[in-house]
């Protein structure tokens, strides 16, 4: 059973830089694409970013793209999104999640089947 454990997220200042993460475990980590999203309140959940399983590929959504980070170590079974230039429309639950085992590249939303639950991200103005 893949489980995957989000933290660090939290509040901060609009400018300022967050990093959160996700521990994977139950599935081979280096074999899987690992992906985030984001939900903002009233709003549908959103890609933010991709990555292979050698993290050779990467894949960004237009939003973040230039202010984001995503990168994993799979020694640690962990991957990463190092968020600069927050802005308050960032602000969102971020999910990591992922697809199964041989997915497309990009993988599509709905070939995710394994998520976290999520850590919360604040920024303020």
């Known amino acids: 059973q893949v489980q995957l454990v989000e933290s660090g997220g939290g509040l901060v200042q609009a400018g300022g830089s967050l990093r959160p993460s996700c521990a994977a475990s139950?599935?081979?980590?280096?074999?899987?694409?690992m992906g985030w999203f984001r939900q903002a309140p009233g709003k549908e959940r959103e890609f933010v970013a991709a990555?292979?399983?050698?993290?050779?590929?990467?894949y960004y959504a237009n939003s973040v793209k230039g202010r984001f980070t995503i990168s994993r170590d799979n020694a640690k079974n962990t991957v990463y999104l190092q968020m600069s230039s927050l802005k308050p429309k960032d602000t969102a639950v971020y999910y990591c999640?992922?697809?199964?085992?041989?997915?497309?590249?990009?993988?599509?939303?709905?070939?995710?089947?394994?998520w976290g639950r999520g850590t919360q991200v604040t920024v303020s103005s």
């Open positions: 999640a992922a697809p199964k085992y041989g997915s497309g590249w990009p993988p599509k939303q709905n070939e995710y089947d394994y």
């Open positions: 139950g599935h081979t980590f280096s074999s899987y694409i």
């Open positions: 990555i292979s399983g050698s993290g050779i590929r990467i």
